[in-house]
């Protein structure tokens, strides 16, 4: 008899009502792939939220293993990239999306989504940094890249009690940047402060609508926000900035205008997590393990069991949720 192993699958019904189970699965059930990876720790991000609450159209095959993040150990492999007893961590894809995700005791992937674990990662770090820490990691990456550096002024970080907040905050701060850290759970700021950040800014100054210029605050941005944020975000970077912009909390809308691109020279950088290239995937890992002191991983990410993963979805959509949540597999 095959083994088995437990499984979060989201299914729904003719009438396109959602439900969202614990199975058993053997690996006859998975779907195509070269590398077979037993599952050692996942993690619950907002994308995975919007998966199982079904509060976003994010699942787009049916029905679904969510989980876009997951770090464990290669069991089969027919990749010549990759053999049994290797240590991987996989960040988007489409996993938990369009591929079956990592809410499971095993997935099957392919080789080419893997990234080698960084030695002196354990699975559990890996995903307390999960797509929210590779993702800010990027966004630092891209703002370097942008020719801009702590000494042209201050950064300003949205969404800063969240996963890519809380990393971006700590990550900034390591390379010697001024943080501003806007939040709506201004009760949260002696969190912030211990990631690095500088100052607290309450989110209600930036989340109404704005004007298309306002007062130059900061020289580089790392949103995680959207709509209106993100729209004043840019209003309030100085000249020659760069804002890079990562997430939809708010919305997906861009209620701005020009003004801050050719009147004050400003760049917005899109920042794209899912489908980034191997040679970018693997530049911010090896960043992230040279700039993350372990005090911070341990400050930011909170330890859940397989069972604790749907309420914990649920929560994360709520608002509830400071920081990350690392779930060990346990099958």
Not at 96 to 107: N, P, Q, R
Not at 170 to 195: F, I, M, N, Q, S
Not at 244 to 265: K, Y
Request: net charge negative; charged share 25%; proline share 4%.
């Amino acid at each position: 008899m095959a083994e088995t192993f437990r499984a979060i699958l989201i299914s729904r019904d003719d009438d396109k009502k959602q439900s969202v189970d614990v199975v058993e699965l053997t690996p006859d059930d998975l779907m195509d792939g070269d590398v077979d990876v037993k599952v050692a720790a996942t993690t619950v991000n907002y994308k995975d939220g919007l998966a199982i609450t079904g509060k976003s159209p994010v699942v787009r095959r049916w029905p679904m293993i969510p989980g876009v993040d997951l770090a464990g150990t290669v069991v089969r492999s027919d990749n010549a990239r990759w053999k049994p007893g290797d240590e991987v961590v996989l960040n988007g894809w489409g996993v938990g999306e369009t591929h079956y995700g990592a809410y499971a005791g095993l997935s099957r992937l392919k080789g080419e989504w893997l990234v080698a674990l960084p030695e002196r990662f354990s699975a559990r770090d890996a995903m307390a940094i999960g797509t929210a820490g590779y993702t800010a990691m990027l966004s630092v990456l891209a703002l370097e890249a942008a020719g801009l550096s702590p000494k042209d002024g201050p950064a300003v970080v949205t969404g800063a009690s969240g996963g890519v907040g809380s990393f971006a905050i700590a990550l900034l701060a390591k390379r010697g940047w001024e943080v501003l850290a806007v939040t709506g759970r201004t009760a949260e700021a002696d969190y912030l402060k211990a990631l690095g950040a500088s100052e607290i800014v309450d989110r209600a100054e930036l989340s109404d609508p704005g004007k298309p210029l306002s007062k130059e605050r900061w020289i580089a941005g790392i949103d995680a926000v959207g709509s209106h944020t993100l729209a004043n975000v840019l209003a309030a970077t100085r000249y020659g900035g760069a804002v890079a912009a990562c997430g939809l909390a708010q919305g997906m809308e861009l209620p701005s205008s020009v003004a801050p691109f050719i009147l004050r020279g400003v760049s917005l950088l899109g920042i794209d997590s899912v489908m980034a290239s191997l040679e970018r995937r693997e530049a911010a890992w090896r960043r992230l393990s040279e700039d993350l002191d372990q005090s911070v991983l341990d400050q930011i990410a909170t330890d859940i069991g397989f069972d604790d993963l749907i309420g914990a979805a649920r929560d994360i959509i709520d608002g509830k949720i400071r920081g990350r949540i690392v779930a060990k597999m346990t099958g």
